[in-house]
Nanobody, 123 residues
Framework: QVQLVESGGGLVQAGGSLRLSCAVS????????MAWLRHAPGKERRFVAH????????HYDDSVKGRFTISRDNAKNTVYLQMNSLKPEDTAIYYC????????????????WGQGTQVTVSS
């Protein structure tokens, strides 16, 4: 069993920045692919970014490429999402998720999920 706890969400003006954190506990987490996904009101849950177990490989949705950066510190069992140049359309609940296989953009393929953290970007 893996437990994921997100933090760092909040209210920010357009153009601002936030850094989300995801604390991972439970069974050994280093082998896991970690991802961030988001769920905006009235929309389906959507992939944002994933990072390989070693941190070597990352992949982003086109909507956040160049603005968001996913990273991980395996010594601290923590995954981060640095979000810059935020836009109102980035407003959503952001979830951290993990899986023991290679990364995927399909949210249904992730095994463990956190409770989410709200990010609100005002115009």
């Amino acid at each position: 069993q893996v437990q994921l706890v997100e933090s760092g969400g909040g209210l920010v003006q357009a153009g601002g920045s936030l850094r989300l954190s995801c604390a991972v506990s439970g069974r050994a987490s280093s082998p896991d692919t970690m991802a961030w996904l988001r769920h905006a009101p009235g929309k389906e849950r959507r992939f944002v970014a994933h990072i390989s177990s070693s941190g070597t490989y990352t992949h982003y949705d086109d909507s956040v490429k160049g603005r968001f950066t996913i990273s991980r510190d395996n010594a601290k069992n923590t995954v981060y999402l640095q979000m810059n140049s935020l836009k109102p359309e980035d407003t959503a609940i952001y979830y951290c998720a993990s899986r023991s296989r290679a990364g995927t953009i399909n949210s249904l393929d992730y095994d463990y999920w956190g409770q989410g953290t709200q990010v609100t970007v005002s115009s």
